[in-house]
Nanobody
Framework: QVQLVESGGGLVQEGGSLRLSCAAS????????MAWYRRAPGKQRDVVAS???????DYTDSVKGRFTISRDNAKNTVHLQMTSLKPEDTAVYYC???????????????WGQGTPVTVSS
């Protein structure tokens, strides 16, 4: 089994910054893509940013230029540096990873428990 644990969420004023972190542990042969999702109040959970094993990143339009996703393959971690935060960024942020637990395994998708981010105006 694979566990993902997020940290770094909190309360910040509009225009401020936060850095979210996610550490993967457990049975890990190889982590393919990693991503950050968020669920805002009254909305579905949507992808915010993703990054491949090779470091290619993609972002949803609303965060481009403000958020940066990065990963450390040696540590099985992924981070989301958030700057110029807006009230509409308020959400619970979830770490996601596509993982092969063993060399013979098919990849599976795993989720963290979520870390809340609140941006006040």
């Amino acid at each position: 089994q694979v566990q993902l644990v997020e940290s770094g969420g909190g309360l910040v004023q509009e225009g401020g910054s936060l850095r979210l972190s996610c550490a993967a542990s457990g049975s890990i042969f190889r982590i393919d893509a990693m991503a950050w999702y968020r669920r805002a109040p009254g909305k579905q959970r949507d992808v915010v940013a993703s990054i491949t094993n090779g470091g290619t990143a993609d972002y949803t339009d609303s965060v481009k230029g403000r958020f940066t996703i990065s990963r450390d393959n040696a540590k099985n971690t992924v981070h989301l540096q958030m700057t110029s935060l807006k009230p509409e960024d308020t959400a619970v942020y979830y770490c996601n990873a596509r993982v092969r637990e063993y060399a013979w395994s098919s990849p599976g998708t795993y989720w963290g428990q979520g870390t809340p981010v609140t941006v006040s105006s």
